[in-house]
């Protein structure tokens, strides 16, 4: 038997040390935090619903309802190619609706829980943006098209 297993008639054998969390791990307990990850959840699984069940029901019409999908809707533009054409209006509001929530909602709460960890993190080392100065220019050069 390995010595990585202890016993099943000995107890497990525990750190007697106790260690403060770290600023990351008080961070993950944060109410706000707790709160900002639950609502991005609940609004991803929202949007993935949105756009993955539009796109599955026009499969399924495609296969299941042809006739449906061939009706011709006005000169050549059939019901199936409309509702083709709509998939990309449901990602592009899919988009438009993440990108507005983002800005709106969960930016600000996360700008606020980045400045109470970095102020944890660095307690009395922290200065304000206005008086950090001008970010470093980066080394590193990107091509133009």
């Known amino acids: ?15 007697p040390t106790y260690t403060e969390p770290t ?7 944060h109410p706000e935090f ?22 599955l029901l026009y499969v399924l019409l495609s296969s299941f309802a042809p006739g449906l ?4 809707l006005a000169g050549h ?18 988009a438009w609706r993440y990108v507005r929530r983002m800005r709106t909602r969960f930016d600000p709460v996360a700008r606020g829980l980045r400045s109470q960890w970095e102020q944890q993190r660095r307690p009395g080392q922290h200065r304000p943006a206005e008086q950090a100065g ?3 220019q ?6 133009t098209w």
Not at 1 to 15: G, K, Q, W
Not at 77 to 94: P, S
């Open 1 to 15: 038997m390995s010595n990585y297993f202890t016993r099943p008639d000995e107890p497990p054998v525990y750190s």
């Open 23 to 29: 600023p990351g791990q008080a961070l993950h307990g």
């Open 34 to 55: 707790q709160s900002l990850r639950n609502d991005y959840r609940h609004f991803a699984a929202q949007s993935t619903a949105l756009a993955v069940g539009g796109f």
């Open 69 to 72: 999908m061939n009706q011709p």
């Open 77 to 94: 533009l059939t019901l199936g190619l409309a509702l083709g054409l709509g998939q990309f209006v449901v990602m592009g509001v899919t």
């Open 134 to 136: 001008p970010r470093p």
């Open 138 to 143: 980066s080394k590193r050069e990107f091509r």
